[in-house]
């Protein structure tokens, strides 16, 4: 989110691996202080596998203020999605 402007800017787009995950989505030897959004487009998946689902998308908002490495991990299931800050 522009701090300025109070609006999200677009900063990249992303598919995880077959394990489910993006490797490096920030640049690691940048600073990258600020408020961030990642939205999971869920339905693509869920419909691959003929299964209906409640949430077409997901959107999980969090802050980074220093500089360490984590993780922002989500269980996934079609009715149902909990995320949480990992390291």
């Given at each position: 989110?522009n701090?300025?402007?109070?609006?999200?800017e677009?900063?990249?787009?992303?598919?995880?691996?077959?394990?489910?995950?993006?490797?490096?989505?920030?640049?690691?030897?940048?600073?990258?202080?600020?408020?961030?959004?990642?939205?999971?487009?869920?339905k693509?998946?869920?419909?691959?596998?003929?299964v209906?689902?409640?949430?077409?998308?997901i959107?999980?908002?969090f802050?980074?203020?220093?500089?360490?490495?984590f993780?922002?991990?989500?269980?996934?299931s079609?009715?149902?999605?909990?995320?949480?800050?990992?390291?």
């Open positions: 989110m701090s300025n402007t109070k609006e999200w677009f900063i990249s787009e992303k598919k995880t691996n077959e394990k489910g995950r993006i490797n490096e989505l920030l640049p690691s030897e940048k600073e990258n202080k600020g408020i961030y959004k990642l939205t999971f487009y869920t693509e998946y869920f419909s691959a596998k003929n209906e689902i409640f949430y077409p998308f959107e999980v908002v802050e980074i203020e220093g500089t360490n490495h993780h922002v991990p989500i269980t996934l079609a009715f149902g999605y909990s995320t949480y800050r990992g390291n």
